[in-house]
T-cell receptor
Framework: DTGVSQDPRHKITKRGQNVTFRCDPISEHNRLYWYRQTLGQGPEFLTYFQNEAQLEKSRLLSDRFSAERPKGSFSTLEIQRTEQGDSAMYLC????????????FGPGTRLTVT | DQQVKQNSPSLSVQEGRISILNCDYTNSMFDYFLWYKKYPAEGPTFLISISSIKDKNEDGRFTVFLNKSAKHLSLHIVPSQPGDSAVYFCAASVGGNTPLVFGKGTRLSVIA
């Protein structure tokens, strides 16, 4: 299977702890996106990369959040000092730039902050 | 302010009939639109897209219609099947290869 993968699928953490999520995009895709989805809402954009360059960050992304894509392949999203409001599904998507702009999503990481 | 709106939270359709899901947008800069299907505990699955230079795009049982003057698009599923039961999200972007703005979704139930 060459789809987008995310790890872990589920994470339960206590308030104040740091968590890190990983996303592996489709191998030939150079754009990688992070979204967050809460109950009853559509996914909301957090940040995205073209290769290793971070092109845009949403104002939803507080300074407790940081994302990297060091070699232009996989990406990590870290949340420091987690809060209960961070509980959500974190989704990663990737796309190519050869004229087909569809974004393909991974299965997501469900974060629960207790 | 919601830039992409799906005003029907849910829709029930009989198997074999047509399902029509609607989406409105407010940002006139949007020029690329997509529909995704989502099952519980999974990521969204891409269904079909349309760019603003077209007013219709078909892929098998799925057809998307775009009315730029009304800032409205719709997804038609014909014939509807029980496996189509899921939450459907409309999404839009400026320029195509940029972050997507999603609606809140419409839950489709196809009844056998």
């Amino acid at each position: 299977d060459t789809g987008v993968s995310q790890d872990p699928r589920h994470k339960i953490t206590k308030r104040g702890q740091n968590v890190t999520f990983r996303c592996d995009p489709i191998s030939e895709h150079n754009r990688l996106y992070w979204y967050r989805q809460t109950l009853g809402q559509g996914p909301e954009f957090l940040t995205y990369f073209q290769n290793e360059a971070q092109l845009e960050k949403s104002r939803l992304l507080s300074d407790r959040f940081s994302a990297e894509r060091p070699k232009g392949s996989f990406s990590t999203l870290e949340i420091q000092r987690t809060e209960q409001g961070d509980s959500a599904m974190y989704l990663c998507a990737s796309s190519g730039d050869s004229g087909n702009y569809e974004q393909y999503f991974g299965p997501g990481t469900r974060l629960t902050v207790t | 302010d919601q830039q992409v709106k799906q005003n029907s939270p849910s829709l029930s359709v009989q198997e074999g009939r047509i399902s029509i899901l609607n989406c409105d947008y407010t940002n006139s800069m949007f020029d690329y639109f997509l529909w995704y299907k989502k099952y519980p505990a999974e990521g969204p699955t891409f269904l079909i897209s349309i760019s603003s230079i077209k007013d219709k795009n078909e892929d098998g049982r799925f057809t998307v219609f775009l009315n730029k003057s009304a800032k409205h698009l719709s997804l038609h599923i014909v014939p509807s099947q029980p496996g189509d039961s899921a939450v459907y999200f409309c999404a839009a972007s400026v320029g195509g290869n940029t972050p997507l703005v999603f609606g809140k979704g419409t839950r489709l139930s196809v009844i056998a």
